[in-house]
Structures are given as structure tokens and as C-alpha cells.
């Protein structure tokens, strides 16, 4: 919000400007009605493995992260480039494997992966497209430039949030949306809802789209019962859906109805008991059948994980390069790959400086973040490592952005990130924003809600 002189930066003027004027108790009765307000709404998410209750509401902050427009330019042109490459490698992976043949990413790095599906092997998914619904997450470190942390491939989640988020600060701060441009989030369910359409199988017009969930349990229930509300389709679990001469149906009150386009918010090991994992109650018999035979439309494509998986991220500027004949506009974290004699020397060396993580972990677990752990979990993570090392990666620890965040003594800087949220059909939308986490526990680098994080709104200013 203030550059290294004191001074306010010019896209945060007009809100610097309203926290002045505004007397301490207003802001402080507008942030307890966001909170009530999210409480009656149910905006909560789970926590798995906790004793005290796994139902939590998301700390929500009412300071907004503001991005400028040419900011914001350069960061759209770099998603939709980096999604672009990615789509292209998901193809080509299942596909002729020629970015393989080529030695441009190992071999044995893809096709051993756990991620990789072979039952992919030589399908022809809808326009080409594996990952519909992307989310990449965004640092911006102390030199002011921006870093793809990870790319979410499979099932990103928080959109839900973004929109939540954006509904709020428009109730509680609407003066500020009629003195600036700030371009709108609200669109994105109906952005959702057309690329879902297109991607349903040729000769439907007026296709039936659901959102297949595992349940109530899961730690983003809220966000698919949100997101079917917003776009009018049907939320389905597993035992809703049966399969009939490849052919996918609904039950309904009203009898069997078909469905052609699924948008599925479970792991590709849980979708089809007779192809994936077989004890599997969440999935649906038949469906990669259904799948692979045209009848219906998978989104995310099964396999997208490979695309994902923090092993093969160090290779995306290379997957850029290779496909689009382009220099990558969004830069890597640097990366050690523990699988090599020297990185893993390197990182053992080095872990009291280094954050490592696991090449399939998720939601801030499963990872050592050096400079902020003890000597004991720095021991225990390298017996870790030692075990199975190419089970992890290691990246330096950047200086993390902050963002002037709401806690008990006041405002005060806090760590955050960003995950924009980018939708690919016939064309690829990305959304104007995203998600900001941040990082609510002083000096903490793990923005994860599961780790104690909250979020703030993201404005991207227009013009």
C-alpha cells in the first residue's frame, strides 16, 4: 500500500484516503458485520484431522489487495500464455509424446508419475481443452516482480471466496466502487456455466450440466452448493448419477434425465470404482466409459494432475518455450529437485533457509518452511527427505509481498498471494482478480485457510 518512502502508492489513493475519513469505530462495526454476515451465510470450510471441530468460518479482511491496470495486463498475458502451454502439454503427454521424444521434460518424470493416467492414453478430450477450470497461484516478492508459486490443475478451489469476498466489500464500502473502475468478478458463475456448455458433446444444443460433489464432508462443500446455486444446475453426489449403454443419467423426481457435461469436484482416483480405486462410494460405475466413448464431458479431464504436480512445475517455462515459441512472461521459483544427487545435497546443506514441499501435497501440508521451524522439525524433515527424496522439491525463501491486514493490535503488514482464477473454452477468460490469501500469523509465509489464513478482496483497477 506505501512505497519504501512512506508515501501512498497512487492505485491505493482512494481507499487510503477513506480510512482516513472514516472514525475507527465505523471501520470497526464494518468489519464485525462482515463477520455475522459470512456466519449467516455458512461461508465455512473444514479442517480435516482436528478435534475441537472441523467446521471453520474464513477469516475475511477489509483491506482489498489493489492491482493497477498495466499490472494487471502483464499478469493476464502470462496466465493465459501459462495455461495455454499447460493445456498443450496435457495433450501432447496423452498424446504423440513429443516434448518426451524430445528430452525437453524426462520421460520417466511424466509417465511414472502417480498423476499420470494411462487410461488418457490416445483420447481425444472436447477442443482440446484438459483443465477448463485453472487456478495459479501468484507471489510478488521483494523485487516487485511476480512468481507462479504453483498451478492448480485439477480441482482449484476459493472461488466461492473471491465472489463472497467482492459481494461484501460492494455492501460495506459501495462509495468506493462508484469513485474508481474496478472490474467486476461477478460474471465468472456465467463465464463458468458457458465454457461447461461448450465443452458438452457434439450434437447438443441445449446441454444439462451438473456439479458432482463428494458430499457434505468434504472442506469445499459450500463452494459447490454456491457455485450450482449461482449458475441454476444441479448438485449431484455419486449415487444421483447412473451409467446406461455409455450413457450418463441423472435421478430425478421426475425420472432418469441425461446429463451431458459433469464438473467434477473429486480426485480422479474417486470417480470410477471399475477403472480407479475400486472401494470407492463417491464415484460413479460407468463413467469413464461414458467418458471415453464421447458420451459426456469430464471437467477438469481426468489426468490434469500430471500437469500440476510440483515435480514437473520447473519444466512450464520450458513447456512454453516448446509449444508456443515464446519466452515464458511469468517467471518460475527457483527449484531443486531432490531426485538429483546435487539438489538433494544442496537442500540437506541448506534447510534451515530453504521452504520444501511435497511434489503431490496440498493445502499448506506437508511442507518444511525452514527459517520458521525448530531445529527437531528440521531434523525430522530430513530423515524425511533421506527416505524418499524424490517425493520432494525445495525453493528459496522469498521476501513475500504484504498487504496492510486487520489484526487485534490494529493494522499491520502481513504476508500474501494471489490466485487468479482462469476458465479455458473456445478461448481462454481470465478472471479480473482473483483470490488474496494471507498470511494472518505475524512473519508466517503459509497463506493456506487450513493453516490459519484468511482473505481479502482483489481489485483490479480499470483504465
Known amino acids: 500500500m506505501r512505497a519504501a518512502d512512506g508515501d501512498v502508492r497512487p492505485h491505493y489513493h482512494a481507499f487510503d484516503d477513506w480510512l482516513q475519513q472514516t472514525p475507527a469505530p465505523a471501520v470497526e462495526h464494518k468489519r464485525r458485520e462482515a463477520e455475522i454476515s459470512f456466519h449467516r451465510v455458512g461461508i465455512t470450510f473444514s479442517v480435516y484431522g482436528e478435534e475441537s471441530g472441523s467446521e471453520r468460518l474464513i477469516p475475511f479482511d477489509l483491506v482489498p489487495r489493489i492491482v493497477p491496470a498495466a499490472e494487471w495486463r502483464m499478469l493476464e498475458a502470462g496466465l493465459r500464455q501459462r495455461v495455454h502451454a499447460l493445456n498443450l502439454f496435457l495433450g501432447d503427454v496423452y498424446g504423440e509424446q513429443r516434448i518426451l521424444r524430445d528430452g525437453k521434460v524426462p520421460q520417466s518424470l511424466v509417465l511414472d508419475n502417480e498423476a499420470y493416467r494411462h487410461e488418457m492414453r490416445g483420447l481425444q478430450v472436447p477442443g482440446g481443452v484438459y483443465s477448463h477450470i485453472s487456478g495459479i497461484d501468484l507471489v510478488r516478492a521483494g523485487d516487485g516482480e511476480y512468481y507462479v508459486l504453483e498451478d492448480n490443475l485439477r480441482v482449484p478451489s476459493g472461488v466461492s471466496y473471491m465472489l463472497e469476498n467482492r459481494r461484501m466489500m460492494t455492501r460495506l464500502i459501495p462509495e468506493l466502487f462508484a469513485r474508481q473502475q474496478i472490474a467486476p468478478v461477478e460474471r465468472y458463475p456465467d463465464a463458468l456455466q458457458e465454457i461447461l456448455r461448450q465443452a458438452a458433446p457434439p450434437g447438443i444444443d441445449n446441454p444439462t450440466v451438473a456439479i ?250 480499470e483504465g
Open 212 to 461: 458432482l460433489t463428494p458430499g457434505s464432508a468434504n472442506s469445499a462443500y459450500f463452494e459447490h452448493a454456491f457455485l450450482a446455486q449461482q449458475m441454476g444446475v444441479e448438485l449431484v453426489e455419486g449415487a444421483d448419477l447412473f451409467v446406461r449403454d455409455d450413457t450418463v443419467y441423472m435421478r430425478t423426481t421426475r425420472g432418469a434425465q441425461r446429463v451431458h457435461v459433469i464438473y467434477r469436484r473429486i480426485n480422479d482416483d474417486f470417480l470410477d470404482p471399475t477403472v480407479f480405486r475400486p472401494e470407492s462410494l463417491l464415484g460413479v460405475p460407468g463413467l469413464f466409459n461414458a467418458y471415453r466413448a464421447g458420451r459426456v464431458t469430464l471437467a477438469n479431464a481426468p489426468g490434469t494432475g500430471v500437469g500440476d504436480d510440483k515435480s514437473v512445475y520447473p519444466y512450464v517455462p520450458e513447456m512454453i518455450r516448446f509449444y508456443l515459441s515464446e519466452e515464458p512472461i511469468l517467471h518460475n521459483v527457483p527449484t531443486y529437485q531432490l531426485r538429483n544427487p546435487d539438489d538433494l545435497r544442496y537442500t540437506l546443506d541448506n534447510l534451515a533457509e530453504l521452504v520444501v514441499k511435497e511434489v503431490h501435497g496440498a493445502g499448506g501440508y506437508g511442507m518444511l518452511v525452514g527459517p520458521a521451524a525448530s531445529k527437531a522439525e528440521i531434523e525430522e524433515f530430513r530423515r524425511r527427505i533421506l527416505a524418499t527424496p524424490d517425493n520432494y522439491i525445495a525453493q528459496p525463501t522469498l521476501s513475500l509481498s504484504t498487504c496492510p491486514t486487520f489484526v487485534e493490535s490494529g493494522l499491520a503488514p502481513r504476508h500474501i498471494d494471489l490466485r487468479p482464477y482462469i476458465l479455458c473454452g473456445r478461448r481462454i477468460h481470465v478472471m479480473p482478480g482473483g483470490l488474496t490469501r494471507v498470511a494472518l500469523r505475524e512473519g508466517s509465509l503459509v497463506v493456506n485457510s487450513s493453516q490459519g489464513g484468511g482473505t481479502k478482496d482483489t481489485w483490479v483497477l
